[in-house]
Nanobody, 115 residues
Framework: QVQLVESGGGLVQPGGSLRLSCAAS????????MGWYRQAPGKQRELVAV???????NYADSVKGRFTISRDNAKNTVYLQMNSLKPEDTAVYYC?????????WGQGTQVTVSS
């Protein structure tokens, strides 16, 4: 099985920064993609950013220019650097990994942007 453990969430003021990390462990091989989704109260879960093996990165329009996704292949870890945070970025952020036609999710980490 695969386990995803997220860290780095918290409370930050508007305009501030946070860095999320997600470490994958278990039977990991031939990763197709790793990325981040988020879900705000009363809203559907939405894609934030993803790294697709051999195809690069995709970002939601709402975070382009503010968020950067990166991956350390040796550590099976994906990061999300979030800058210029806005109150509308407040949500639970979930790490996602796809491998061998299966999708795995982390438990989620809360990000709250408020003054």
């Amino acid at each position: 099985q695969v386990q995803l453990v997220e860290s780095g969430g918290g409370l930050v003021q508007p305009g501030g920064s946070l860095r999320l990390s997600c470490a994958a462990s278990g039977s990991i091989f031939s990763i197709h993609s790793m990325g981040w989704y988020r879900q705000a109260p009363g809203k559907q879960r939405e894609l934030v950013a993803v790294i697709i093996e051999g195809a690069g990165t995709n970002y939601a329009d709402s975070v382009k220019g503010r968020f950067t996704i990166s991956r350390d292949n040796a550590k099976n870890t994906v990061y999300l650097q979030m800058n210029s945070l806005k109150p509308e970025d407040t949500a639970v952020y979930y790490c996602m990994l796809t491998m061998n036609w299966s999708t795995y999710w982390g438990q989620g980490t809360q990000v709250t942007v408020s003054s």
